[in-house]
T-cell receptor, first 107, second 112 residues
Framework: RKEVEQDPGPFNVPEGATVAFNCTYS??????FFWYRQDCRKEPKLLMS???SGNEDGRFTAQLNRASQYISLLIRDSKLSDSATYLC????????FGSGTKLNVKP | ETGVTQTPRHLVMGMTNKKSLKCEQH?????MYWYKQSAKKPLELMFV???????ENNSVPSRFSPECPNSSHLFLHLHTLQPEDSALYLC???????????FGQGTRLTVV
């Protein structure tokens, strides 16, 4: 079983839609959780950290459910510029990257 | 800018060449990483250095040889590579191995 699993997508949504991604992890002792964004042929960039209490940054909301071992990312009012691959990252003494979920926001 | 710089950005090399990739971080981090990303594939961790010591080698072939002379610099020495080694090679750094990592822009390597 992979340490981190994500639905690869693609998720094709119209502008203005709300879209949610989930990610599950296998190690209950995992320490830190992040969402990264990767544009085509570019490096991954940190989007936001994920905390048990949930956290929001503008149109983006991240949640962590330790009991069920999943994290989520909600994007409201999608923009064309949100089109990218979203990577879920979990740490337990090192980084474990998910394989990414591709989002295509259409006009 | 992320504070992690990689050179060169693009590299084309023959299978008999020897070349080196360089990574430098200006963030005061203690851990540095090499990742490989082949076309349309997930990131693959290659090596981890923590306080200049190699703590992980993810079964990487010996034709890839890392070097970490200090906490700010990381090299990847390449020799006798194969065409299937063509990929984007990404360097990253983090303060600890469980805190957020920041990536360089990568070196796009083509082996001919």
């Amino acid at each position: 079983r992979k340490e981190v699993e994500q639905d690869p997508g693609p998720f094709n949504v119209p502008e203005g839609a709300t879209v949610a991604f989930n990610c599950t992890y296998s190690n209950s002792a995992s320490q830190s959780f992040f969402w990264y964004r990767q544009d085509c042929r570019k490096e991954p960039k940190l989007l936001m950290s994920v905390y048990s209490s949930g956290n929001e940054d503008g149109r983006f909301t991240a949640q962590l459910n330790r009991a069920s071992q999943y994290i989520s990312l909600l994007i409201r009012d999608s923009k064309l510029s949100d089109s990218a691959t979203y990577l879920c990252v979990v740490t337990f003494n090192k980084f474990y990257f998910g394989s990414g979920t591709k989002l295509n926001v259409k006009p | 800018e992320t504070g992690v710089t990689q050179t060169p950005r693009h590299l084309v090399m023959g299978m008999t060449n020897k070349k080196s990739l360089k990574c430098e971080q200006h963030l005061g981090h203690n851990a540095m990483y090499w990742y490989k990303q082949s076309a349309k594939k997930p990131l693959e961790l290659m090596f981890v250095y923590n306080f200049k010591e190699q703590t992980e080698n993810n079964s990487v072939p010996s034709r890839f040889s890392p070097e970490c002379p200090n906490s700010s610099h990381l090299f990847l020495h390449l020799h006798t590579l194969q065409p299937e080694d063509s990929a984007l090679y990404l360097c990253a750094s983090s303060d600890r191995t469980d805190t957020e990592a920041f990536f360089g822009q990568g070196t796009r390597l083509t082996v001919v």
